[in-house]
């Protein structure tokens, strides 16, 4: 099982339309969650972080976190055509072997806004 | 705020050549830094945690002969790829941690990248 999962994609979505972007994670012990968006070719950028459960907004961005379920989401109200990018997600834990908090990728959500 | 500078960003040399990246936060010390690959298509790879002061921790796979890190101060760290071969062409990402407020789990800020050609 990945330690991060999410699915590929593409996530096709009409302008103005909200776009829902799922990851599940393994490691219940995760504390704190990270949106990441990465435009091809160019390194992620961070969008939003989430530590507790529920939801937390900025902007058009909403993330949710249910850390029973193990699972992560980030909406987008009002989808525009340069939100087209592939989504990342990201969960910290903690590795017990190496003594140190340690980020896990998810292989990350390719969305595409169509005008 | 949170700005890392990575330096080349682009980088295109001969086989056997030891090409040196730099990863510098700007505005802010980071004790961690942790440098990453992507293959064309593919997700991040975590190659190694940089520590300031102390030996890098590389993931699984990752050569340390070959992928040489230096943490010497807590605003610069440097991947060295030594006697580059074609398939180390890759696009290579630093990222950096505000460790300021003490707290581990605060969000990576990454790199613009560094693109690199092995022909």
């Known amino acids: 099982q990945k330690e991060v999962e999410q699915n590929s994609g593409p996530l096709s979505v009409p302008e103005g339309a909200i776009a829902s972007l799922n990851c599940t994670y393994s490691d219940r012990g995760s504390q704190s969650f990270f949106w990441y968006r990465q435009y091809s070719g160019k390194s992620p950028e961070l969008i939003m972080f989430?530590?507790?459960?529920g939801d937390k907004e900025d902007g058009r961005f909403t993330a949710q976190l249910n850390k029973a379920s193990q699972y992560v989401s980030l909406l987008i109200r009002d989808s525009q055509p340069s939100d087209s990018a592939t989504y990342l997600c990201?969960?910290?834990?903690?590795?017990?072997?190496?003594?140190?908090?340690?980020?896990?990728f998810g292989t990350g959500t390719k969305l595409q806004v169509i005008p | 705020g949170a700005v890392v500078s990575q330096h080349p960003s682009w980088v295109i040399c001969k086989s056997g050549t030891s090409v040196k990246i730099e990863c510098r936060s700007l505005?802010?010390?980071?004790?961690?830094m942790f440098w990453y690959r992507q293959f064309p298509k593919q997700s991040l790879m975590l190659m190694a945690t940089?520590?300031?002061?102390?030996?890098?921790?590389?993931e699984q796979g990752v050569e340390k002969d070959k992928f040489l890190i230096n943490h010497a101060s807590l605003t610069l760290s440097t991947l060295t790829v030594t006697s580059a071969h074609p398939e180390d062409s890759s696009f290579y990402i630093c990222s950096a941690r505000d460790m300021a407020t003490g707290y581990s789990n605060q969000p990576q800020h990454f790199g613009d990248g560094t693109r690199l050609s092995i022909l």
């Open positions: 940089s520590n300031e002061g102390s030996k890098a921790t590389y």
């Open positions: 505005d802010f010390q980071a004790t961690t």
């Open positions: 989430i530590y507790s459960n």
């Open positions: 990201a969960v910290n834990s903690y590795s017990p072997s190496g003594g140190y908090q340690k980020v896990t």
